[in-house]
């Protein structure tokens, strides 16, 4: 949990109060904090003037606007057919591997999330994968381990 | 059958001053531009293949005074990588391909809707689109683009999803009519292309319609980006004239295994060796939105439908029945067939059913999940049930 103090001020600030703010705001959450708690949406809610079930159901249509608890960097991997086709399943046993955690896990000390996600347009370059808006494509487990490496040194 | 061989075509990616495009646009009549898109024959390179022209021609009759141009960058459909590419290398021509069709609407706004998965880019664009709004102050246009960003679903691709999207709801399709030429983005008349589309149209009135239409066949002017993957030797983006047989596409991409190529990404068709010398790539054959992903005699066909039907499920919006059950059943139906749960003659059903979901779906997700379904079941049927 976090507290969303007045960072959901400043985006409106950023972006208006108009319902099409509501998706750039979201996103400026998501983007600093990575999901949104309820206590965002109602926030969010209060500074458009809309209904808390109007935020929330914006927000759960969109699979990057996640509202369960996600870590600092969340790492989708690509399951659509050329990327499952060019090793997408050696990708996730060796995140697996090393971050003890399954596929829809986020790590105890909320570092990472591992999630499959579809299509990210990386088909030539299979596979890929996106942590947080970074993609990282043809991917080998040794690959993997050096650029999760890198993120734990972050 | 009109045949044109398989040629590589530089218009896309070709660096052009775009100052000159946009002098050249500034001293025409919206008349003018829309008549010289109708001329050379250019339809929508997101997929669906509407006639440009007549897109702009519909929205330019409206009476309305705002209006928008938007751009189509919700590249989701699997296979297809184009548009980051172009995006990516020449994004001013994008923009330049807005202020054209903001000129022959008489719109004054652009918004570029970038799918979320690509957010990765937005620094760079913003800078091209800083300079390229200089640009235009410089030559007197009185045109705004913005950006609004994707968050993660197929869906918004559709181009009354993407408005709703835009507008910031959920991304559900809206019943048509109206269509976007008179009630898009917040109800204004709007015309929507996809990001090649617009690079296209610039490079139409640069070149001008006659030398464009050359290209290509009657049916499929013009040439197209293509997203080439799966097993290929060279897999990558390819800009190639229109009216090529698939047999020539796998001549050139093929690994020598080649047993079939889905063209058009999941929504598309799935096109057999057996049928390779007499399909078309193009609207008279197979229209593609340029996914082309090859299959060699490895890969498993029942692992590549399985894949799409779990992709469609995932990506269905679920606001109407016929798409958002009929996804889930025929996933469900093949696993149970491979399973021998059913018996092989349940395929009979559930192309019924994937018939079906064309006729009622309310958009283009539910009405072409049969496309892949059919064609994939009718030509791989064995590797389905056993």
Known sequence: MYQVGNLVKKLSDKHGRKRESLMPILQGIVEKHNYLTDEAMVEV??????SAAEVYG?????????TQVRGKYVIRVCKTITCSMKGK????????????????ETTSDKNFSLIETNCIGWCHKAPAILINEIPYTELTPEKIVEIIKGYLHK | MERKGLNKVGLIFEKIDIKEVLTKTFNMSSNDIIQNILNSGLKGR???GFPTGLKWKYTAAEKELEKYVVCNADEGEPGTFKDREILDKVAY???GGMV?????IGAKNGIVYLRGEYRFLLPQLMKELEAFHNLLDEIGFDFKIRYCLGSGAYICGEESALFESIQGDRGEPRNKPPYPTSSGVFGKPTTINNVETLVSAAMIIMHGAISYSQLGTTDSRGSKVFSVSGDTPTPGIFELELGMTVQEFVNEFGDGD????????ASGFCVPRKKFQNTIIGFEGVPTGGSMKLFNSSRSMYNVLHNYLDFFAEESCGQCTPCRVGCQQLLKGVEKVKKGEAKSTYLNELVK???????????GLGQSVGNAFRTIVENFREEIIY
Do not use: H, P, R, W
């Open chain 2, 46 to 48: 997101g997929g669906a």
């Open chain 1, 58 to 66: 914006t927000a759960s249509f969109y699979t990057f606007l996640d």
């Open chain 2, 93 to 95: 021509k994008v923009y």
């Open chain 2, 258 to 265: 080649t047993k079939a190529v889905q063209v058009g990404g």
């Open chain 2, 353 to 363: 059913l994937a018939d079906t979901m064309k006729i009622a779906s309310k958009c």
């Open chain 2, 100 to 104: 054209i069709a903001g000129k022959a």
């Open chain 1, 89 to 104: 399943n050696e990708i996730i046993q060796t995140l697996e591997d090393i971050l003890k955690i399954k596929v829809g």
């Open chain 1, 45 to 50: 809610a209060k500074e458009l003037d809309i």
